[in-house]
């Protein structure tokens, strides 16, 4: 079972508006921090299960939908900024 915490959902979010801004714009932007929820019966650094983070904090695949971009299981480029990304998370691969 995968598991995180609703503030490191809420810090990947972050760094991918950062990076795909350019291509969604503001409008996207403001679709994104829309469709997050922020539940007040959780606390935020405790983990739990990937399933329900996905369920309030959109990520990845909500942002690709906004640019039409569908990376392929060789793009080198995206997974470059999604290890960049983790880095700054310090989190190891």
Excluded at 60 to 75: A, I, K, V
């Amino acid at each position: 079972m995968f598991t995180m915490t609703f503030n490191e959902a809420l810090r990947i979010q972050y760094a991918q508006m950062v990076f795909y801004r350019q291509s969604i714009g503001r409008k996207g932007i403001k679709a994104i921090k829309a469709k997050t929820i922020y539940p007040i019966d959780i606390e935020p650094d405790v983990p739990m299960k990937v399933s329900e983070i996905n369920k309030l904090v959109p990520r990845g695949c909500e942002f690709e939908y906004l640019t039409s971009y569908r990376p392929s299981e060789y793009d080198a480029t995206s997974y470059d900024w999604h290890n960049a990304i983790r880095r700054g998370l310090n989190i190891q691969p």
